[in-house]
């Protein structure tokens, strides 16, 4: 490996204990602004010490995090569609590397549909961008984007990291999934699991618990850090496990704690605040004797009185619409009539034989270095 590459992964993944904190803040890109996310500046600035890398597009990196901040950028390089758009999966590279480059990107980060409509394009788009990226020693993360039509379990996560490793991504971000360990095993390079929607703090922990647990190096975690409501006693309960081998419940107790300081902290600064009118003497109102402006414009003609309503004869375009124009409302459902193609195909694994049944366990090269963490309590 080229000594730029290894640098740039060894800041993302810390080769102390082969594990990372990444922290996503890159949802704009397709959703807007995100709730809680509103001021990308405000809630990066707090959390940007306790993470080892921050995932995020060029625009938030040059409007909201200062140049001056050690922590390594994971720059998302693709985009293309929105929330309300006709189909999420249809994303291009939208970021140059020279641009990438002037941004002092520690890795560059894309999507793959896999099983989408557009599957073949992203898939294709990935092993472009790492030919590409290999030219400058830039690692690439791929994250496997999962839809409303696409699956969430072991077989399809599976498929889908391994095809983003084979195309030559360095990192492959997922879900979280039952036998994640499958996944894990199957994917030749280290795999970090994104959050996923906000849930309650001790299950976002034990969702980190669980990801670290059965193999992965660590995770790339947004929501159920900036959505908390005391996001840095979160991220310092995340941290807890992902560094500090820390099981669900000493994690949680960590939360609680910070996040009791952090509630008190707030109440007094709320009460210490003095109210800064109180005892401002009441000023004089200075238009009291000032003489009426006699009104500028009473006597100017009124220039638009005569010209036609130019819009009043157009047909009101939106109309019909409500406001969030529900493209699909009418769209016969593609999928409706196609036959399950898989539903009649043979298991074409049932029969074979397992090779790996008598091969001596082979050490999982993902794992992290340092003892395993123990099991939560339950
Ligand atoms: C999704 O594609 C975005 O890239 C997010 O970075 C990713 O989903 C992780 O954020 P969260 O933990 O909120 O799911």
């Known amino acids: 490996m080229d000594w730029g590459l290894e640098n740039r992964l060894s800041r993302i993944i810390k080769p102390q204990d082969n594990r990372a904190l990444m922290l996503a803040v890159d949802h704009g890109y397709f959703l807007g602004p995100t709730e809680k996310l509103e001021n990308p500046k405000k809630v990066i600035g707090p959390l940007l010490k306790h993470c080892d890398s921050l995932m995020l597009t060029r625009g938030v990196q040059r409007s909201s995090v200062s140049a001056t901040t050690e922590t390594p950028m994971v ?6 569609s929105s929330i309300i758009g006709d189909d999420l999966s249809q994303e291009d590279i939208t970021v140059s590397i020279e641009d990438a480059i002037r941004l002092n990107a520690s890795a560059l980060a894309m999507s793959i549909f896999v099983g989408s409509k557009y599957e073949y394009q992203t898939v294709v788009n990935l092993g472009k961008l790492v030919s590409e990226a290999a030219k ?3 690692p ?3 994250v496997t984007a999962v839809g409303k039509e696409l699956g969430k379990d072991a077989r399809y996560l599976s498929l889908a990291c391994r095809m983003a490793a084979e195309q030559g991504a360095h990192i492959v ?4 999934c039952e036998n994640f360990e499958k996944v894990v095993q199957s994917c030749p390079v280290p795999i970090i699991v994104a959050g996923g929607k906000k849930i309650p703090e001790r299950d976002a922990l034990q969702l980190t618990y669980n990801s670290i647990k059965a193999g992965a190096v ?4 947004g929501r159920n850090v900036w959505q908390s409501e005391h996001p840095v006693a979160m991220i310092k309960a995340v941290r807890a496990i992902v560094h500090g081998n820390s099981n669900v419940d000493k994690a949680f107790k960590l939360y609680q704690k910070l996040a009791s300081e952090d509630s008190k902290n707030t109440q007094k600064s709320k009460g210490n605040k003095p109210n800064q009118n109180k005892n401002k003497p009441n000023k004089p109102n200075q238009n009291k004797n000032k003489p009426n402006k006699p009104n500028q414009n009473k006597n100017k003609p009124n220039q638009n009185k005569n010209k036609p309503n130019q819009n009043k004869n157009k047909p009101n375009q939106n109309k019909n619409k409500s406001n969030k124009p529900n493209q699909n409302k009418n769209k016969p459902n593609q999928n409706k009539n196609k036959p399950n193609q898989n539903k009649n195909k043979p298991n074409q694994n049932k029969n074979k034989p397992n090779q790996n049944k008598n091969k001596p366990n082979k050490p999982n090269q993902n794992k992290p270095n340092t003892p395993k963490p123990t099991p939560a309590k339950k």
């Open 140 to 142: 690439v993360l791929a």
């Open 75 to 80: 720059l998302r390089v693709s985009g293309g």
């Open 173 to 176: 971000k997922t879900y979280y």
């Open 218 to 221: 660590g995770v790339d975690i």
């Open 136 to 138: 400058y020693g830039l």
